[in-house]
């Protein structure tokens, strides 16, 4: 039970198993794409982490909900703090997408992956002191 658990950990990482590669029917490209190194292994592993995954849920929220609560609940005053929380989100994001192309077995250049860069940069409409840049006064 506890080896199927470990094996299927192990194969949902891109880990090769030694049985894998006794096939010799694989040629070289595809071994290649299945041997990771270690530290993109871990790096998958704590990409998938709870408290990764929990911290990430929170920012999104604030992407999601933290312009309309700043133009309900705030005055003028706290835009450049919302901006900067904004930043900071987009900076979050962006860290995000990179570990997981590195990580992630398929993520980069897939559907998932030009969703989260799109939303990615939508940030930056909601950021003015960048917008300004962008479109002027």
Not at 12 to 26: A, L, M, Q
Request: with cysteine; net charge negative; hydrophobic share 45%.
């Amino acid at each position: 039970m506890i080896k199927t658990k470990t094996l299927a950990k192990q194969q949902s990482f891109g880990v090769v198993t030694p049985e894998e590669n006794v096939d010799g029917d694989e040629d070289d490209d595809e071994k290649k794409k299945k041997q990771r190194p270690y530290w993109v292994i871990k790096l998958g592993k704590f990409m998938n982490h709870w408290s990764v995954t929990t911290i990430m849920t929170l920012v999104t929220l604030f992407a999601l909900f933290g312009d309309d609560i700043k133009l309900a609940f705030f005055t003028k005053e706290v835009d450049s703090t919302f901006d900067n929380m904004t930043f900071v989100c987009l900076i979050l994001f962006s860290l995000e997408i990179t570990l997981n192309a590195i990580s992630q077995v398929g993520y980069f250049n897939s559907f998932y992956f030009w969703l989260d860069v799109i939303s990615t940069l939508s940030l930056i409409t909601d950021i003015s002191w960048i917008w300004v840049q962008i479109v002027g006064d």
